[in-house]
């Protein structure tokens, strides 16, 4: 379920009967309370480099966005706490009419909201279905280890694997430098 939103329960419930109303019934409508329990600091929550990355792409005025199977409630409540305060360029919300990771239709209407072409964009994940979204919609995609490891179908997904988000900035300037030398600029 990391990764795709409580819609997917109601298709899994003839193989795992009660989860929808796990999900739906239980925690989902307590989702916000869950998580300011187990992080009530700002930033307790924040994967690793989170602040690092995100300031060097807004100092590099190179646009960010936020696409997730969680509410825009739940969206904006978890940026909201985070160590530093986000500018993402864009919000998307599974709950706003899209289909459920691995569908890309998600990634590719924020690639579309940052007026990018989906092979120029990129994609850092964590989950399953997230890797697969971003495979199938065209986009070059970085996996960020968490809690889930990949299985094998998992591991045929990832193309790039990266331990933590301040070594995605670092390989992000580093292609940038290299693509400016090679440009001559």
Not at 74 to 92: C, E, K, N, Y
Not at 118 to 129: G, I, K, M, R, T
Request: charged share 30%.
């Amino acid at each position: 379920m990391m990764g795709c939103d409580s819609r997917k329960a109601v298709e899994l419930e003839d193989r795992y009967p009660g989860l929808d109303q796990c999900l739906n019934g239980e925690y989902t409508p307590n989702r916000l309370k869950y998580f300011f329990e187990m992080f009530p600091a700002p930033g307790s929550a924040d994967k690793p480099g989170l602040g690092e990355l995100t300031a060097w792409l807004e100092e590099a005025k190179i646009p960010y966005a936020v696409a997730s199977s969680s509410t825009r409630n739940d969206i904006m409540a978890f940026l909201g706490h985070a160590s530093r305060t986000l500018h993402p360029a864009a919000v998307l919300s599974g709950k706003e009419g899209f289909k459920s990771k691995p569908d890309p239709d998600i990634f590719l209407a924020a690639a579309m909201e940052l007026g990018c072409d989906p092979a120029h964009a990129l994609v850092l994940e964590d989950s399953a279905h997230g890797v697969k979204a971003a495979k199938d919609g065209g986009f070059p995609c970085i996996w960020i280890p968490d809690v889930v490891q990949p299985d094998e179908e998992m591991k045929q997904n990832i193309q790039m694997e990266l331990p933590d988000l301040a070594a995605v900035k670092d390989w992000l300037k580093a292609a940038r430098d290299n693509r400016q030398e090679k440009e001559g600029k």
